[in-house]
Nanobody, 124 residues
Framework: QVQLVESGGGLVQAGGSLRLSCAAS????????MGWFRQAPGKEREFVAAISKNGGTTYNGHSVKGRFTISRDNAKNTVYLQMNSLKPEDTAVYYCAARGLPLATMTESGYDYWGQGTQLTVSS
């Protein structure tokens, strides 16, 4: 069992930056590939980014490529999402998720554990 708690969401102006954090507890954090998803009102949950167990490989969703960066600190059991050049369409609840298998996937059903989410609102 892995418990995930996101933090760092809030209200930011378009063009601004914010960093989300996701703290993990329970089983060995480094055993999990980690991902970030987001869900805007009335829309399906969307893949944002993922990072391999050792942090050596990252994957980005098309809509955030070049603006968002995922990273992890296995010593702190934490995964981060650095978000730059934010746009109003980035407004959503952001979730982190853990996957026990080593291959990355953009499909939410491929992740075993989820956090409760943190709200990001980008004003125009």
């Amino acid at each position: 069992q892995v418990q995930l708690v996101e933090s760092g969401g809030g209200l930011v102006q378009a063009g601004g930056s914010l960093r989300l954090s996701c703290a993990a507890s329970g089983r060995t954090f480094s055993s999990y590939l980690m991902g970030w998803f987001r869900q805007a009102p009335g829309k399906e949950r969307e893949f944002v980014a993922a990072i391999s167990k050792n942090g050596g490989t990252t994957y980005n969703g098309h809509s955030v490529k070049g603006r968002f960066t995922i990273s992890r600190d296995n010593a702190k059991n934490t995964v981060y999402l650095q978000m730059n050049s934010l746009k109003p369409e980035d407004t959503a609840v952001y979730y982190c998720a853990a996957r026990g298998l080593p291959l990355a996937t953009m499909t939410e059903s491929g992740y075993d554990y989820w956090g409760q989410g943190t709200q990001l609102t980008v004003s125009s």
